[in-house]
């Protein structure tokens, strides 16, 4: 009889399918009864191996408090479950997400006794692990007294499985122990039959093939029989194993590797309800002819748009897959297991679906199954966006990149560059006018500090001067060609990038442990900024570094921006409350971080709601929690075999991802709904995280990974389908911040629906288009501002005509912004003009002297030196200063440096009495004082005049005008003869400190104009 094929036409390909599945069941049993063969295809099934069984256990669920012993073998040894709450029944599976013992109510006497007579065993489950490198080691069964004497145990630890038998040779806990190979535990569904001989050789079989033998000599008398039989944890709970377990049987003797095959082809437990589900469709399955026709006419009303009935929406890949607010409906390639098949069929305890009108019929119901047991494929753009989604994407922040026509104005003549046309352009609207030119010593100066962070010397401000009078274009190309090229430049721009990665050099919290190879990522962000490598390339390495370019020691440092914040290192021995509230809370700062530094969006609202503003649903924040969830801080040699040179990274402990959880309101112990790799949904387009996921394994041989970090990576740096457009947005406006003040977008690390619009939107948007059309290059955007006319004007007030401050909010940028230095800048400064700046650069961070009044903090690990002298070693940039977070350098905390608890977008710039307090008390600033003076004496001689006038060039580099040299010079002698009313006479070199300790507190040496 030739077999069921049809050639339908492809638009009447559902009823044509439709109508086969009918064929099919309606017509296989009497062709069987015709023809004399049984209604079936295959051979009849192998039965399970029931010879020496002593204990079975199925997991579908409780039966009257328990899970019963069904080996039907004397008395029954049921198993108890302490915590009910932390486990979950599915589909024939127990899954144990929380610390929990499911054990024996009282001794397994009658377990023990058989196979103690015996001298030999077959332990067998069917389990998933939940995560591949669980430690402890994680009890999955236990024959078990105490936490100090066990008979037998299966245990996973570090992506392996371990036998422990207790003999006559072996310790009282069974070791030493049989190993399966290192990575051999892996996330996947696995049977494992691990078999004892009277002869003492153990063997381990993973789903049907020996992996493992031992011998383990001696007898098994010792067992005793008040040891409990144990499920997913020791006794004691201290050692909980996360995972799945559908079976485990015991037998009192050891199968044949034939025996342990019939036992891996049987399979895990089926639900005894799928014997009730309509068979799977026969034939191939076309997702777009077959499948979503029925769900788009039976499913949609509730699941689809702006309806997503318990979290679930069947409209859009990614969400179908992840599931609703009970977890996930669908699993690909089993559709017995899956939570969507028994609720269409009506079956367990699953809501029938669709509520309302007539169920799905026998043929629609195996077309389901046939697609979900063919793999669940659902090609690209086949999603039915959801109304919501689209509304967001409107918002001007997540719009894919626009070109932007430069505009047109009225003067020609002012514009340098592009940027000035659109900046001009708005000024014109206004009928304001820009203003003038800043004069050379304040453009040199400007530059300097913007690119650096250091002040211009004297010899470099009168170079730049004349060459400007003759070539004003030429001489600010060629200034800012020589700071964007310098080390310094790398320091300057370090310390922006630091304050975004919440960078220190120890954990924070109550302990506070040193970090002592933190600054290899310090020393990253130099390196690339000098050498300009891409942005993209700049985010994907700190990112995902050792899953691009494994190879790379600079790639693997730059991972340090993961491990930056704060943290802490928890004992074993304490709750396990307390270490997944640690756990979580590092991720959750890690994710914010992300989001805020790099994309704009305050992903940190999301941990416990959907985001009340912007369209970022709870299930998108732990979608890409997931990245991170797999991984956690090493310290790693950065070239294989060197122990000597360590950095502090991120590594993933293996190339299976674990599995996390949609939490409730953050409650870390609500693990109804797992969730696998997904991105922000608003800011992705037409590439699925799998896709990402899929091209990110395909593109390295290294396999040690779950290369989850690199697809979140391509993710946000793909301006065409993912969070690229955003991720420039957000960067030119940080450049745009750090040389005006304030970023066009005010709101630096919010760019959503609440954040402070664009003061000029579509010189962002052509910007960012800009930036990624020349290949994400920084130093030519930092050149292109620097050289632009808006940048070289005059920080001034000006009026109009009746008297009311043009501008005065510097929105339209009718002047340069006047902006105090950052704390490092200044200290910096102070250093510089002293002539005691140490140069060196990279390395170790150096500890500065504190004064031990200052430090409060108490129970430190390690705590801060109180001894440390002052000297060149510690006189280095500011940025090179160890920060530890418990004891912050005062000087620097009154002028607003960040307490790296946090990221931090934007500074703080206070102007409060303390900082005054500190430029005329602190130790340090009256030390430098006196270097800045010898300085000058030995520059200037003896001569007071030329003395202050070197000061002045070298602190503000000017002359001083006639009204200030008379003013310095009454200074210096009221201060040598004490009738300035303040202390007793002093020396000349003593006055000259005193003054050179003014300048520092003047308003001019710490703001630039």
């Known amino acids: 009889m030739p077999a069921f094929t049809f050639s339908p036409l492809p638009r009447h390909a559902t009823l044509w399918r439709v109508l086969q599945a009918v064929l099919l069941v309606g017509m296989i049993a009497p062709w069987a009864l015709f023809t004399g063969l049984p209604a079936t295809r295959a051979a009849d099934p192998p039965e399970r191996v029931v010879d020496g069984l002593q204990a079975l256990y199925t997991f579908e669920a409780l039966v009257k408090g328990v899970i019963p012993d069904r080996a039907g073998v004397g008395e029954g040894i049921d198993l108890r479950i302490d915590k009910p709450q932390g486990v979950r029944f599915h589909a024939g599976r127990m899954g144990l997400d929380l610390p929990v013992v499911v054990a024996s109510d009282g001794p397994a006497a009658r377990l023990t006794q058989a196979l103690r007579q015996a001298q030999q065993f077959s332990l067998e489950v069917w389990i998933t692990p939940a995560e591949p490198d669980q430690t402890g080691p994680a009890r999955i069964v236990s024959l078990s007294l105490d936490t100090s004497k066990r008979s037998l145990s299966l245990v996973q630890d570090k992506g392996r499985y371990e036998v422990r038998l207790r003999t006559s040779t072996t310790s009282d806990n069974g070791t030493p122990s049989t190993p399966t190979p290192d990575g051999s535990a892996v996330v996947r569904r696995t049977h494992l039959v691990a078999t004892r001989t009277p002869d003492g050789v153990v063997r381990i079989a993973l789903d049907g093939k020996e992996v493992a033998q031992n011998t383990v000599a001696g007898d098994m008398n010792r067992w005793p029989d008040d040891c409990r039989l144990v499920v997913g944890n020791e006794v004691s709970g201290d050692r909980p194993w996360r995972g799945e377990i559908a079976l485990l049987a015991l037998y009192s003797r050891a199968l044949t590797a034939d025996e342990i095959g019939r036992n891996f082809a049987v399979g895990p437990p089926q639900i005894e309800e799928a014997v009730a589900l309509p068979p799977a469709y026969f034939g191939a399955v076309d997702f777009v002819a077959d499948v979503l026709p029925i769900l788009s006419s039976r499913c949609f009303d509730c699941h689809a748009g702006d309806e997503e009935a318990g979290g679930l929406n069947l409209a859009i890949r990614a969400r179908a897959l992840q599931g609703g607010f009970h977890g996930a409906l669908i699993e690909p390639g089993e559709s017995l297991s899956s939570r969507l098949v028994h609720s269409i069929a009506g079956i367990a305890k699953a809501k029938p679906m669709p509520p309302d009108g007539p169920p799905l019929s026998a043929a629609e119901i195996g077309i389901i199954r046939a697609w979900i047991d063919q793999g669940a494929v659902w090609p690209a753009g086949h999603d039915l966006p959801d109304p919501r989604e689209e509304r967001a994407r409107e918002h001007w922040a997540f719009r894919l990149l626009e070109d932007v026509a430069v505009p047109a104005v009225d003067d020609a003549v002012w514009p340098r560059t592009d940027i000035d046309r659109f900046i001009l352009a708005k000024l014109e609207e206004s009928g304001i006018k820009p203003s003038p030119a800043a004069d050379p010593r304040t453009l040199i100066r400007r530059m300097t500090f913007d690119l650096t962070g250091l002040p211009p010397t004297p010899d470099e401000v009168e170079a730049f001067s004349i060459a400007h009078a003759n070539d004003s274009d030429g001489a600010i190309a060629a200034l800012a060609d020589r700071l964007l090229a310098s080390v310094a430049h790398g320091e300057r721009w370090a310390r922006h990038w630091l304050d975004i990665a919440r960078y220190a050099d120890s954990d924070g919290q109550e302990g506070d442990r040193d970090r002592p190879h933190a600054w290899r990522y310090r020393d990253f962000l130099i390196r690339s900024i000098q050498d300009d490598i891409p942005f993209d390339r700049f985010v994907r390495w700190q990112i995902a570094g050792d899953e691009e370019a494994p190879d790379d020691s600079q790639a693997l440092a730059a991972t340090g921006f993961l491990t930056a914040g704060p943290s802490s290192v928890l004992p074993e021995s304490l ?275 504190i004064a031990p009044e200052a430090m409060l903090a108490r129970n430190v690990k390690e705590p801060y030196p109180a001894d440390i002298k002052d000297g060149p070693e510690v006189r280095r940039r500011s940025l090179y200063l160890f920060h530890k977070r418990v004891v912050p350098h005062p000087f620097l905390e009154a002028f607003d440096k960040p307490d790296a608890q946090s990221s931090c977008g934007l500074r703080d710039r206070t102007i409060v009495a303390p900082q005054a307090l500190a430029l005329l008390n602190d130790p340090f600033v009256r030390t430098v004082a006196g270097e800045f003076a010898a300085r000058v004496a030995a520059e200037a001689g003896p001569d007071r005049t030329l003395q202050i006038r070197r000061a002045f060039q070298r602190a503000l580099q000017r002359e001083p005008v006639s009204a200030e040299l008379l003013a310095a010079e009454r200074f210096l002698s009221e201060e040598k003869s004490g009738s300035g009313g303040v202390g007793a006479p002093g020396s000349d070199q003593q006055a000259l400190v005193n003054f050179c300790q003014v300048l520092f507190g003047s308003n001019e040496f710490f703001h630039v104009d």
């Open 575 to 849: 709750m396990e409350d307390e270490r997944l509230r640690s756990r979580y809370n590092e991720l959750d700062d890690t994710l914010a971080t992300v989001g805020s530094g790099f994309l704009g969006l305050t992903l940190g609202c999301v941990r416990c709601h959907d985001h009340k503003y912007d369209f970022l649903p709870a299930r998108d924040y732990y979608g890409m929690l997931s990245a991170f969830h797999s991984g956690s801080r090493a310290e790693v040699p950065l070239v294989a075999g060197n122990e000597t040179e360590k950095a502090l990274v991120w590594r993933d402990a293996g190339p299976e991802p674990r599995t996390t959880w949609l939490f409730q309101r953050g409650d870390w112990y609500d693990r109804d709904q797992p969730v696998s790799l997904s991105f922000v949904g608003v800011l992705s387009r037409g590439r699925s995280a799998d896709d990402y996921l899929r091209a990110a394994k395909e593109s390295s041989p290294h396999r040690d990974t779950t290369y989850q970090r690199k697809a979140l990576a391509d993710w946000m740096v793909d301006v065409d389908h993912g969070a690229g457009a955003l991720l420039a947005r957000v960067l030119v406006n940080r450049l745009w911040q750090h040389h005006f003040g304030a970023g066009i977008v005010r709101t630096v690390g919010d760019f959503g629906v609440r954040a402070d619009p664009p003061s000029h939107p579509e010189f962002l948007e052509w910007l960012a288009a800009d930036f990624v059309a020349h290949g994400w290059q920084v130093r030519r955007l930092e050149r292109l501002i620097a050289t632009s006319a808006v940048y070289r004007q005059s920080s001034a007030r000006r009026h109009d005509a009746a008297g009311a401050i043009l501008d005065p909010s510097d929105r339209l940028l009718a002047r340069m912004p006047p902006r105090r230095l950052e704390a490092e800048a200044l200290r910096d400064a102070m250093l510089a003009v002293a002539g005691t700046l140490n140069p060196t650069s990279f390395g170790p961070s150096v500890k500065p002297p």
